[in-house]
């Protein structure tokens, strides 16, 4: 079909993207879909022709009826009477357009499934018998294929022409097609596990070309803390987590993305809630009264809430986890308990690319407890009385109504739980200038009866070259998090621990399908709560959270090789509560007053950092030096008030309550710090790391306030050396060791000092607050100092297809920060905290990774 247009016509339109939707179904439910940006047409569409001497508009039938491209041109602009001969097997239409049209007046453009003729018109020409056109850049088609150097296509290889937005995505068989801007432009090709190359076109038509394979990440770049080293180059034992690795399994929280992917690190569920609240414990246990957290730093900016459940796994690029005390020195008092690093996603070179995936899983119960029926329980209670001599008469007569009820609690208190996640990601941008937005839905029903979760999140990363001498960067993220939860933790009395230990003869629900209870006391008395789902179902219990995350960073090019660097963060987390107990009265479970509980928890980060980063090269030598300054801020706000005497479930707000009870607290605090980091290579064989940070915080007093925490570590790369050098077997062989001293400080703020707290007592007869002390400081505090020694060796075999760690780490922690038992007639509730006591992990990690095989070993 052709289109003949007119003399006025329309503009190219804008290369569309197109998305592909993969659907798989398990189970009968849909567990995972995908959409992604398709490949063009144009460029896995290839047909076979045999034509001699033929018109071009016969070739442009020929097309057409062969494939779904349809042609739009001028009749003036295209010469459709010249004779061409073509003869083709299986070859890309655009291939063949640029054979018939490269070298003539009439230029071509792909546009989806449509091509676009049109006349060539020379500048400053004034031939009026042509119909005036835009004039245009020439352009100049250039088709190739990418491969391994075994010859294996790389299908989704990323071809992009170097200094434009223009790319394309190699298809299955590894064929591209690319119009670029001029005959000298320059292609860069990259393929996950390849090494990124720059091919020069030089007026050529068709290129092909190969990749060789990196060597095992050596090359890639670790964050490290205030910096980034190369894999190779460092001394200390980090383990990485790459984008690649994080996305080859479905995650729905941050928790489940760390699981199981580095040595040494243990993750804990520390509740059943939907929440995902989890404990991360890197080489064991080093405190026993002071947190055993990790030290969680985002894009900069070290975290002080415990949540991470609302971070997007999504939108997470790498995490970092640094483990002995020459990687972890440079945070100083914060690290003893290790550092884990998370950076997100930034934008990249090319078009515009919008994607969306979405994950769908059902949740149940791995296991149920096997507990005993009610003829069961009768007939035990039977035989225990009678052991005790006490009369069996209630349990005497199984068909007493009582005996008639077995409930299966685990099944009437559950369901099957839902998740489902939607992500979706914008990203593009130039060499200069990248630039990445995402957003993301979850919603989740608990397995447990009335708990369920949403969150809602946005992100936003932008990165500029400003000029020679200037970057800038700048993350934000947003989180809205409502939730419904149960009592206490979920598998506490009230819940799912309640229900393996409650009778099974207790009713459920009476016969209008209300929530019911034994009656009479006259019926075995089996306590309060006789009916687990009551104090489930009956509560309001709304949790709702809100986050924002962001820095703003800037790079300074001072000289060559001398760069400043600026960091300012901030982590807001704004936590609202609300619980309402209503009136009810249910059998003999009864509440009489109903009660409200609002809460409202506010915890304000702030931390800037300055860095000053020179690197110089002399011959064989390698020097880069660390300078840095650092202060951070926070405040923790913690309101809660307690109202009783509702008298109708309808008045359930706090305003309606007849009795109140307040509580509040506001903690300020900080850390100032300075630190230096030394890194030195000789000949890429022999390096050497040294770390040196002081730490001064407002939780201890002023005469311990301040803390020095070095560090060293060496490195000898063996497979560098000439004998290793060489081999095609062994292309990695690194030793290291190193030893340093890091802090903790993780203990309540102002332990240092005598607090007062108010406390409501009776005065004759009334009721008064007096104020008294609520604990005993201690102005000896310190920190608590963590002194370890790590061992290890990295090595890689069969160009990385194999490669691993080993190391041998022993850590020591001394003065620590202990509660100190003392006589009740003190008149103090918390006892004092003091550096008592030491706690000693030793072990040996071993890790071993492979690469699937792709060609030749």
Same mark, same amino acid.
């Given at each position: 079909?052709?289109?003949i ?6 503009s ?6 197109s998305?592909?939707?993969k659907i ?52 003036k ?55 005036p ?58 393929y ?182 009610t ?38 208190g ?14 593009g ?13 979850? @919603? ?16 936003t ?23 419904n ?43 309060a ?81 300055a ?54 607290s ?25 770390t ?25 790369r ?10 095609t ?12 001293l890091?802090?903790?400080? @993780? ?82 509730? @918390? ?27």
């Amino acid at each position: 079909m052709k289109k003949i247009l007119d003399q006025k016509r329309w503009s190219y339109p804008l290369l569309k993207l197109s998305l592909k939707m993969k659907i798989s179904m398990l189970f009968m439910f849909l567990v995972l879909f995908t959409m992604q940006a398709k490949s063009s047409y144009a460029q896995r569409t290839k047909i076979t022709l045999d034509l001699d001497n033929v018109t071009v508009e016969r070739l442009i039938d020929e097309i057409e009826s062969k494939t779904d491209f349809h042609f739009v041109y001028q009749i003036k602009e295209v010469d459709l009477d010249r004779r061409v001969s073509v003869k083709a097997n299986k070859e890309l239409v655009t291939s063949i357009l640029e054979r018939i049209f490269g070298n003539t007046r009439t230029t071509h453009n792909v546009v989806d499934k449509q091509i676009f003729l049109k006349g060539r018109r020379a500048v400053g020409s004034t031939d009026d018998s042509t119909v005036p056109i835009e004039e245009t850049t020439p352009q100049m088609m250039v088709v190739g294929t990418v491969t391994d150097n075994t010859g294996t296509p790389l299908p989704g290889a990323n071809v992009v022409e170097k200094g434009t937005t223009n790319g394309v995505t190699a298809d299955f068989d590894g064929n591209f097609s690319i119009e670029v801007e001029k005959e000298d432009a320059v292609l860069e090709v990259s393929y996950i596990g390849y090494a990124k190359k720059e091919v020069a076109v030089n007026g050529q038509t068709t290129v092909n070309i190969t990749l060789e394979e990196s060597a095992a990440g050596l090359d890639e770049v670790v964050v490290v803390g205030y910096g980034v080293q190369k894999k190779s180059d460092i001394t200390g034992a980090v383990s990485n987590i790459s984008e690649e690795k994080l996305q080859s399994r479905p995650t729905a929280n941050f928790s489940d993305a760390l699981q199981g992917r580095s040595s040494g690190v243990q993750i804990r569920q520390s509740g059943g809630d939907l929440e995902g609240k989890f404990q991360i414990a890197i080489r064991g246990v080093g405190s026993v009264t002071g947190s055993n957290d990790p030290l969680i730093v985002v894009d900069g900016v070290p975290l002080i809430s415990a949540s991470f459940s609302t971070i997007n796994p999504k939108d997470i690029s790498s995490i970092d986890i640094l483990k002995d005390a020459s990687a972890t020195a440079i945070y100083g008092s914060r690290a003893a308990n290790g550092v884990v690093i998370i950076t997100t996603k930034k934008g990249t070179v090319g078009k515009p690319q919008l994607t969306y995936s979405t994950d769908f899983s059902v949740e149940h119960i791995s296991e149920r407890y096997d507990v005993m029926s009610t003829e069961q329980q009768r007939l035990l209670f039977v035989e225990a009385f009678k052991n005790s001599n006490r009369s069996t008469a209630v349990y005497d007569d199984p068909s007493n109504p009582i005996w008639q009820v077995d409930n299966d609690w685990q099944e009437l208190g559950t369901r099957t739980g839902i998740r489902q996640i939607h992500n979706f990601n914008y990203s593009g941008g130039t060499e200069n200038t990248q630039y990445s937005a995402s957003a993301s839905y979850q @919603n989740r029903k608990g397995i447990l009866l009335n708990t369920d979760l949403q969150t809602y999140s946005l992100r936003t990363n932008l990165s500029s070259q400003v000029n020679d001498w200037l970057k800038i960067s700048t993350n934000i993220t947003g989180s809205y998090q409502p939730q419904n939860y149960s009592q206490g933790d979920s598998w506490g009395a009230t819940g799912y621990r309640g229900f393996v230990y409650h009778h099974s003869y207790t009713p459920a629900y009476d016969e209008n399908g209300e929530l019911a209870n034994i009656e009479t006391s006259s019926a075995p008395y089996f306590g309060a709560n006789s009916n687990p789902l009551v104090p489930l179902l009956l509560p309001t219990r709304e949790l709702n959270t809100t986050r924002l995350l962001g820095n703003f960073q800037t790079n300074i090019k001072l000289m060559e090789g001398l760069f400043f660097n600026t960091n300012f963060g901030g982590d807001l987390v704004r936590v609202e509560g609300y619980t309402y107990s209503p009136i009810y009265e249910i059998g003999r479970m009864i509440n009489n007053q109903g009660s409200v509980t609002v809460s409202n928890n506010s915890d304000t980060n702030w931390v800037a950092d300055a860095t000053l980063d020179y690197t110089k090269q002399l011959n064989k030598h390698n020097f880069k030096l660390l300078l840095g300054v650092s202060a951070q801020q926070f405040l923790l706000r913690r309101t809660s008030a307690f109202g009783t005497g509702t008298i109708d479930n309808a008045l359930n707000q706090l305003s309606n309550q007849t009795s109140f009870n307040s509580t509040g607290s506001n903690v300020k605090g900080g850390l100032a710090s300075t630190f230096a980091r030394l890194n030195y290579g000789f000949d890429d064989k022999y390096l050497l790391t040294a770390t040196v940070r002081r730490d001064g915080s407002s939780r201890f007093g002023p005469d311990k306030r301040y803390g020095v925490f070095p560090s060293a570590s060496v490195a000898w790369r063996v497979s560098q050396e000439d004998f290793l050098k060489n081999s095609t077997v062994l292309n990695d062989l690194k030793f290291r060791v190193s030893y340093g001293l890091t802090g903790n400080q @993780n203990i309540g703020n102002f332990e240092f000092i005598t607090r007062a707290a108010s406390t409501p007592y009776v005065f004759g007869n009334t009721v008064v607050v007096g104020n008294s002390a609520s604990n005993i400081g201690n102005p000896s505090l310190q920190w608590e100092a963590n002194k370890q020694l790590d061992i290890g060796v990295d090595f890689a075999f069969f160009k990385s297809r194999i490669s691993g760690t080993i190391d041998y780490y022993d850590k020591k922690s001394e003065d620590l920060l202990i509660q100190n038992p003392i006589a009740l007639t003190a008149g103090v509730p @918390n006892p004092p905290i003091v550096n008592i006591g030491s706690v000693r992990n030793s072990g040996i990690e071993f890790a071993i990774f492979t690469r699937n095989l792709t060609g030749k070993f």
